[in-house]
């Protein structure tokens, strides 16, 4: 991905961000790679090898996921309002948001556009 900030002018935690999500990155291409090729894979043993190099990387993405809940407060308050819920994804954002943009209703930001129709 790389950097957008000179890297002598990043934090510590700024570059360990930047590598887990690097990383997460690379995890998730691994698995669509592996997952595509399982897909069309007529001999049924590489295909069971694919799957299991496919899981393989989901659970490398899924390890780093709970890094970075650990470490981002903002991860691991939208991981424990999405994730393990059977409701659908947007009525959760809905109920969590109170109808308005996650961003914008948890921090209580306004754009202030209604003022600007006066």
Known sequence: MGFYIPYSELSERA?????A???LMEELEAVNYYNQRADVAADETLKAVLIHNRNEEIEHAVMLFEWLRRNIEEFDE???TYLFKDAPITEIEETATGGGSASGAKSGASLGIGSLRK
Request: glycine share 10%.
């Open 15 to 19: 570059r360990s961000v930047d590598s």
């Open 21 to 23: 999500i690097t990383s």
């Open 78 to 80: 939208d991981m424990g």
